[in-house]
């Protein structure tokens, strides 16, 4: 038994904040009763969203590293995102058929088909980076202080990055 990783089922792999995240939103991909209806799936999923709560309240000061040699650290001050927060974030996001979300380091990117899902995407609280046309969201205290223009792909390499595409909602057979 390898510290407290015994009380996770869904989570146990996870060693930072960022972990907890990425396998959050597979999961969902996975076993969301919107995109994936039936009753074991609406079950997993109660297990999903109970323990990732636990799981975030645990890992929410450990975060990734940038630096190579070093693969998590313990953040000085405590983060004041909630688990509710992110959770429903991606389950508005999963919903929204052709959109590419990425999650880099603490941010959350938005590409792909954002034009027809604009205004949800703002109420979500996203903004739009004009210079690299996509949209984001973060924690205002997880803004930028680097005045440095970088382009995505220079943040994707420094921070790391984990995408996928939404599948919208299930589409009912037309006869």
């Known amino acids: 038994m390898k510290g407290l990783d015994y009380m996770f089922k869904w989570f146990k792999t996870a060693h930072s904040i960022e ?3 990425r396998i959050y939103r597979q999961l969902c991909k996975e076993y969301h009763p919107d995109l994936h209806p039936g ?18 309240n645990r890992y929410k000061n450990i975060h990734e590293s940038a630096d ?21 974030i991606i389950n508005m996001l999963i919903k929204l058929e ?29 903004k739009w980076a004009n210079k690299k046309k996509t949209w984001y969201w973060h924690r205002a205290e997880d803004s930028s202080r680097n005045r440095k223009e970088m382009s995505l792909d220079e943040i994707k390499h420094i921070y790391g990055c984990e995408s ?4 919208g909602m299930p589409k009912l057979a037309t006869v």
């Open 19 to 21: 972990e907890v995240k």
């Open 39 to 56: 009753e074991a799936n609406e079950t997993a999923m109660k297990e999903i969203n109970a323990e990732y709560e636990k799981a975030f």
């Open 68 to 88: 190579d040699n070093t693969k998590t650290y313990t953040a000085s001050n405590d983060t004041a995102e909630t688990p509710e927060e992110f959770k429903h």
């Open 98 to 126: 052709g959109l590419e979300i990425e999650l880099v380091g603490r941010w959350i990117w938005l590409t792909g088909n954002t034009f027809s899902y604009k205004d949800t995407i703002k109420g979500l609280g996203f």
């Open 164 to 167: 996928f595409t939404a599948t």
